[in-house]
């Protein structure tokens, strides 16, 4: 190594001993494209004597290469490792790199600058104890350096450093550096960061970085390195009660049954209470297990296994905490979310949502407003783009365990998951509860579903008609339901027209009112199959994922798809209604089928081509199902 240690080469194990117990630091560099992030990164490198002989002669030659630089090194070049990184002589992914000093450890994340490549940057910054952004002195404060400490202030970041860095392009100014100091601490005086310390550098030169530099003698204070080695950022988390989300029931033998998982925070000890949350049941800890042996006390970010006194239901997902206080449960709550996807987020949709290790259903229901990245203003909006940041109301098919994100990260915190693609779509901080979700209870009734059934014998289910416009969804279903009331059948029709002169007349046909629509429709029709009535809705519904969240609201064979599977052509030659035409002519938009996509149904109950049959043989088709399947007594 171009690094030497006298103690490494005198005594290794004290060497090694030394080096474990040094305090580490995480930390992140952010900032606009072309600041000079991945240049100070590997300056740092270099001039802290952590690489190789091989290492520096490849930087070498990589730098004539394909450097930026001329003659000189390139040190981006040192974490920018992708081909398209260095082809373009940008960053893409997050690169993490370690590297230590006598003081201390670090672990550092280069982040993308490319507002394209935010996600990248949040994921880095979730882990991260301060930040490090960086300016360019040329350019001074842009949207993606507002951009960047706004998520840094969202995932819990007190710390952050300014580095603006080129000094040596503007003649190391004191006017410049005084001019964008002060830009910023304007901005960031809304963003409640505990320390901000402003240095002038130039990471290509070295200014700054390990010394202070003779070129800002005005300068008067530390420079980038000593700053990060004494920085005070230790938060052990002892003072947060204890929480552990269980990763793994562990059962080797019939003779051991322990909890396996990280502690988020806090401390246990054998003789501790703990109550596992979200079911409620209490125990005592008997036993801290570990690899090397049983353990007196452990702390967080140790991997521990729990063994309790009693035999209780633990499940993987489930949270032990201490037992006078346990985390909050909920199955409504109010949360920041960072889009992720190029697919924008839409309230009313079903997403997945990944909590500690538990993985959960549930729907975005309303978002409250957006936040303006450059004035930190509140916008409001329908729905989330790629990058944008808003708070939210969610909402969760069953009450999962948390606390706000401002007290524990690892507890506050989720990824939402696209049912479909299963694509991370998105991430969320929590906020807290909502209050209805703890004031709102269901109400007993001595009348039941199963009562009202009964009474009118019958089973109820949902027949739920999609297929294009002029596919005959309403006329077969028309049909089903006179026959239905002739055979004395109990039922109610939902129509797509029909709902929208007053249950849904508030709402348009954007991708985001199509979803509120179906969402609405799906819990009417849950309340009239709670009623026992067979229910028909013919609805265009073009979503898979609103199909889904529609079958999920009731119990298994409660719900029936059928798909009126009748193509475009002869729907569009039909046209009754003349909306295809006025579709084409660009008069109407976002209209199915033209200029909005309809996902068909994969495996629906019941799939009819209003093309091949008439709508009076799709109809007994529809009741004889019924019949064969015991929905009509």
């Not at 269980?246 to 049954?257: A, D, G, I, K």
């Not at 450059?374 to 916008?379: K, P």
Request: with cysteine; hydrophobic share 40%.
């Amino acid at each position: 190594m171009a690094h030497a240690n006298a103690l490494a080469a005198d005594d290794i194990i004290a060497y090694l001993d030394a080096h474990e117990k040094k305090s580490m630091l995480r930390f992140i560099t952010c900032g606009s494209v072309d600041d000079g992030k991945s240049t100070l990164i590997g300056r740092l490198l270099y001039d802290t004597k952590l690489l190789y002989e091989d290492q520096l002669a490849a930087l070498e030659a990589d730098s004539k290469k394909v450097g930026t630089q001329g003659e000189k090194i390139d040190f981006a070049l040192l974490v920018d490792g992708l081909a398209a990184e260095r082809e373009q002589g940008i960053t893409i992914d997050v690169a993490y790199r370690f590297f230590s000093t006598e003081k201390r450890k670090f672990i550092v994340a280069d982040t993308p600058g490319h507002e394209q490549y935010t996600r990248n940057m949040a994921t880095g910054a979730s882990t991260a104890d301060v930040a490090i952004i960086l300016i360019d002195a040329r350019q001074g404060v842009l949207k993606q350096t507002r951009r960047h400490s706004y998520i840094c202030s969202l995932l819990g970041i007190r710390h952050i450093v300014v580095a603006i860095n080129k000094m040596d392009l503007v003649d190391y100014s004191r006017a410049t550096f005084e001019k964008i100091e002060a830009e910023y601490r304007a901005f960031a005086k809304q963003l409640g960061f505990q320390s901000i310390v402003c240095i002038p550098v130039s990471a290509l030169e070295g200014d700054n970085i390990l010394t202070k530099s003779a070129n800002t003698t005005w300068h008067r204070g530390p420079a980038l390195l000593p700053y990060l080695e004494t920085l005070d950022v230790e938060k052990d988390g002892s003072g947060e009660p204890f929480r552990l989300p269980v990763q793994w029931v562990n059962r080797p033998n019939l003779n051991f049954r322990g909890f396996s998982g990280t502690i988020a925070s806090g401390t246990v000890k054998p003789g501790d209470e703990i109550v596992v949350v979200p079911s409620g049941r209490r125990s005592t800890v008997t036993r801290i297990v570990t690899k090397d042996g049983d353990l007196a006390i452990a702390g967080q970010h140790q991997a521990v296994t729990i063994c309790l006194a009693d035999e209780i239901d633990i499940s993987r997902g489930d949270i032990i905490c201490a037992g006078k206080a346990p985390a909050e449960q909920t199955d409504q709550l109010a949360a920041h979310v960072i889009w992720m996807h190029d697919d924008e987020m839409i309230p009313g949709r079903q997403y997945l949502f990944k909590t500690a290790n538990r993985i959960i259903a549930g729907t975005i229901t309303e978002l409250k407003h957006k936040v303006n990245v450059n004035t930190l203003e509140h916008m409001s909006g329908k729905t989330l783009e790629l990058n944008e940041v808003g708070f939210c109301n969610i909402s969760t098919s069953a009450a999962i365990a948390f606390d706000p994100y401002s007290h524990n990260r690892e507890t506050g915190s989720f990824i939402i998951i696209d049912r479909r693609t299963n694509n991370t779509v998105g991430v969320g901080l929590i906020d807290f509860s909502l209050r209805r979700a703890q004031n709102v209870h269901w109400q007993d009734l001595d009348v039941n579903k199963d009562a009202r059934a009964s009474a009118k014998h019958q089973k109820p289910c949902i027949l739920w008609f999609t297929g294009l416009s002029g596919a005959g969804k309403s006329t077969v279903a028309n049909l089903v339901e006179k026959r239905l009331c002739d055979l004395g059948r109990h039922t109610y029709t939902l129509d797509g027209d029909n709902v929208r002169h007053g249950l849904n007349k508030d709402l348009g046909f954007t991708d985001a009112d199509r979803v509120e629509n179906i969402r609405r429709v799906a819990e009417t029709s849950k309340l009239l199959v709670d009623a026992g009535l067979i229910v028909l809705v013919s609805f265009i519904s073009p979503f898979q994922s609103e199909r889904r969240m529609a079958r999920e609201l009731v119990e298994d064979g409660e719900f029936i798809e059928v798909f009126i599977s009748t193509p475009l052509a002869i729907c569009e030659k039909r046209d009754v209604k003349g909306l295809y035409a006025k579709a084409r002519r660009g008069e109407i938009k976002n209209f199915t089928g033209i200029d909005s996509d309809y996902e068909a149904p994969e495996n629906p109950e019941i799939a009819l081509d209003t093309s091949k049959i008439s709508a009076a043989d799709a109809a007994t088709a529809i009741v004889e199902h019924l019949k064969k399947n015991g929905y009509l007594g």
